[in-house]
């Protein structure tokens, strides 16, 4: 595969300027904060342990039987035209295994999250490493910020944070059914997860469409509470909770699906565009 090079001049078009806050590089995918800083879903771009820009672009994707991509289409804010333009040309190339009905693949609808870093490839060019590929449903923008979790009064007051690792179970067309801590997730105050709980309760999902057929299932989401009044903006540190195995750190808004219908079958995670 040859390498999708960016001139410098993207790097710079997506850097978060050099006095914004510094931006959570931890696996929260949603933030409540006790200051006015960005909004859940829209974080700035971000950078790695190296210093290197990440984006992290979400695709709708429409696969035909055999695991083509029949169509996709960037959700939330696409990438600029330099990076979206080869990026959705080298997703056209990917072979994906779509969902099944009675054992026999059918067209189906997923959502793929990508987290991407830029890194130097020779002089004034960069070129796009895959850190992590995610199908499955997605969370859908407009039901999060009608119900966006709210910071514990009492956390508040005395200033504690934590994080909150919810599974999430919906049904086809979306709606929640229920919701609980993920086996595994931080020990946090139940004050933060009474809140968290609450808000994914009225939360949609944009799920799977498997031959025409919405598809049920459950997806893990984590939620950061950070109180940022008594530090700087370079003291800041994001909540940290590990991904499943074969998962990296999560993008602003990503979810972990569990068990998707349809799959990445090519091997570009880790590896270079």
Same mark, same amino acid.
């Given at each position: 595969?040859?390498?999708?090079?960016?001139?410098?001049?993207?790097?710079?078009?997506?850097?978060?300027?050099?006095?914004?806050?510094?931006?959570?590089?931890?696996?929260?995918?949603?933030?409540?904060?006790?200051?006015?800083?960005?909004?859940?879903?829209?974080?700035?771009?971000?950078?790695?342990?190296?210093?290197?820009?990440?984006?992290?672009?979400?695709?709708?994707?429409?696969?035909?039987?055999?695991?083509?991509?029949?169509?996709?289409?960037? !959700?939330?804010?696409?990438?600029?035209?330099?990076?979206?333009?080869?990026?959705?040309?080298?997703?056209?190339?990917?072979?994906?295994?779509?969902?099944?009905?009675?054992?026999?693949?059918?067209?189906?609808?997923?959502?793929?999250?990508? /987290?991407?870093?830029?890194?130097?490839?020779?002089?004034?060019?960069?070129?796009?490493?895959?850190? /992590?590929?995610?199908?499955?449903?997605?969370?859908?923008?407009?039901?999060?910020?009608?119900?966006?979790?709210?910071?514990?009064?009492?956390?508040?007051?005395?200033?504690?944070?934590?994080?909150?690792?919810?599974?999430?179970?919906?049904?086809?067309?979306?709606?929640?059914?229920?919701?609980? !801590?993920?086996?595994?997730?931080?020990?946090?105050?139940?004050?933060?997860?009474?809140?968290?709980?609450?808000?994914?309760?009225?939360?949609?999902?944009?799920?799977?469409?498997? &031959? &025409?057929?919405?598809?049920?299932?459950?997806?893990?989401?984590?939620?950061?509470?950070?109180?940022?009044?008594?530090?700087?903006?370079?003291?800041?540190?994001?909540?940290?909770?590990?991904?499943?195995?074969?998962?990296?750190?999560?993008?602003?808004?990503?979810?972990?699906?569990? /068990?998707?219908?349809?799959?990445?079958?090519?091997?570009?995670?880790?590896?270079?565009?």
């Amino acid at each position: 595969m040859s390498a999708l090079l960016l001139p410098l001049s993207v790097l710079l078009s997506i850097t978060a300027p050099a006095d914004a806050p510094k931006p959570l590089t931890s696996a929260a995918a949603i933030t409540v904060t006790l200051e006015p800083g960005p909004r859940p879903l829209n974080l700035p771009v971000e950078g790695n342990a190296q210093g290197e820009a990440r984006i992290h672009p979400r695709f709708a994707l429409t696969l035909d039987a055999s695991g083509h991509v029949a169509a996709l289409e960037a !959700l939330g804010a696409p990438p600029v035209p330099a990076i979206r333009t080869p990026l959705e040309n080298a997703i056209r190339r990917w072979q994906f295994q779509p969902g099944a009905i009675d054992g026999k693949p059918v067209e189906t609808k997923t959502t793929l999250a990508l /987290d991407l870093s830029l890194v130097e490839h020779g002089e004034d060019q960069f070129a796009l490493r895959v850190d /992590d590929a995610r199908t499955g449903a997605d969370l859908a923008a407009s039901g999060f910020h009608h119900a966006s979790p709210k910071y514990p009064s009492d956390a508040m007051r005395k200033h504690r944070g934590g994080i909150v690792v919810l599974r999430i179970d919906y049904d086809g067309e979306g709606h929640v059914l229920a919701t609980r !801590l993920q086996d595994g997730a931080p020990a946090v105050d139940a004050s933060f997860v009474r809140s968290a709980q609450e808000a994914a309760r009225h939360w949609t999902f944009s799920p799977e469409i498997v &031959g &025409g057929h919405g598809l049920a299932g459950s997806t893990i989401v984590p939620i950061c509470f950070a109180d940022y009044t008594r530090v700087t903006p370079q003291e800041r540190s994001g909540c940290a909770w590990t991904p499943p195995a074969g998962h990296g750190g999560l993008g602003d808004g990503a979810t972990v699906a569990i /068990d998707p219908a349809a799959r990445l079958e090519t091997a570009i995670v880790g590896r270079t565009l």
